[in-house]
Nanobody, 126 residues
Framework: QLQFVESGGGSVQPGGSLRLSCVISGFTLESWSIAWFRQAPGKERAEGVSCITRNNGNTDYADPVKGRFTISTDNAKDTVYLQMDNLKPEDTAVYYC??????????????????WGQGTQVTVSA
C-alpha cells in the first residue's frame, strides 16, 4: 500500500515561488507515474497540474502552468517535487500528490491516478 507525505505548501505573494515535495513509500515496481493535482476553492473536482514517469522522466503539464511549474523526481529518495514559480492568485488550491501504475512510459495530466495523498494548501495573495 502506498503512503504519501506531502510538504512545502504555504502562503506567498503573487510572483513568488514555492516547492512542493511528496515522499512516497510502498513502491514495488519501477513502472509508476506520479502527478500533482489541485482543487481550487469552490471547484468540485481536482485538475491535473503535472505528471512524470518514474522510470524515464517523461513529463506533461497543464496549459495554465506551462513555463512556470517544473516537476522532477529523485528516485533514490522516492520523492517527487513541484517547483512553482511566478505564482498567481488563481494557483490557490489544495495540491495533491497522486500515483498510478504506468506500463506505457508516458503520462498525461488527464490520466486516471488511483492513489492519492492528503494534500497541502497553497495560497497566493497580495
Amino acid at each position: 500500500q502506498l503512503q504519501f507525505v506531502e510538504s512545502g505548501g504555504g502562503s506567498v505573494q503573487p510572483g513568488g515561488s514555492l516547492r512542493l515535495s511528496c515522499v512516497i513509500s510502498g513502491f514495488t515496481l519501477e513502472s509508476w507515474s506520479i502527478a500533482w493535482f489541485r482543487q481550487a476553492p469552490g471547484k468540485e473536482r481536482a485538475e491535473g497540474v503535472s505528471c512524470i514517469t518514474r522510470n524515464n522522466g517523461n513529463t506533461d503539464y497543464a496549459d495554465p502552468v506551462k513555463g512556470r511549474f517544473t516537476i522532477s523526481t529523485d528516485n533514490a529518495k522516492d520523492t517527487v517535487y513541484l517547483q512553482m514559480d511566478n505564482l498567481k492568485p488563481e494557483d490557490t488550491a489544495v495540491y495533491y500528490c497522486a500515483a498510478m501504475v504506468d506500463l506505457s512510459g508516458s503520462c498525461q495530466v488527464d490520466d486516471e491516478f488511483g492513489y492519492w495523498g492528503q494534500g497541502t494548501q497553497v495560497t497566493v495573495s497580495a
